[in-house]
């Protein structure tokens, strides 16, 4: 056998060997759906609506709502008044939102915020690695509620929450995550 025909067989069991390795270190790296019951998974995210970040972990001991959305997400457009008017009967009662921009540019983010008039805590993720690697995001908007203890409870709800669509399924939510 000649030199070139053996270090061609070689090169070719390498490129083999390498997909075979990549395959394998995808399916054991794929990301799972978070179960219900179990812990939030855990993002630390740059502020869109301020300077620095913000932490899940920063908000434990409170109940969150955390609203994944893209600004040129139709439905996220409908759902955009009522969590701002949700926000604001929710807050006071110590829920903490925070909206999580997925796969967005910075400026069109900004300007859906100003647009509806969004005020709760917003941060940027921009290529969406935490909405599809941590929360198996596919779709938008979707909504998860994290208990006190930092447990995901409740119903994940995808699609808009508006006043004539799951409001009554999002408060059921919001009380589950209170109390926890």
Known sequence: MSAARRTGQIVAL???????????LHLVRQSHPPKLGGPAPQFSLDRLDGDGTLSLASLRGKPVVINFFASWCEPCKREAPALER????????????????????????????????????TVRD???????????????????????????????????????????????????????
Not at 14 to 24: C, D, E, N
Request: hydrophobic share 45%; proline share 3%; glycine share 10%.
């Open 126 to 180: 921009a290529r969406g690695l935490v909405a599809a690697n941590s929360y198996d995001v596919a779709n938008m908007p979707m909504t998860f509620f994290v208990s006190r203890t930092g447990r995901l409870v409740a119903t994940t709800i995808l699609g808009p929450v508006n006043e004539q669509n799951r409001t009554k399924e999002f408060g059921r939510a919001v009380k589950a995550a209170m109390g926890s």
């Open 86 to 121: 949700l926000w604001h009967t929710y807050g006071k009662q110590g829920v903490v939102f925070v909206g999580v921009d997925t796969n967005d540019a910075r400026s069109d983010a900004l300007h859906f915020l100003r647009a509806h008039g969004i005020t709760y805590p």
């Open 14 to 24: 390498a490129g083999v060997v390498t997909l075979l390795v990549l395959l394998i």
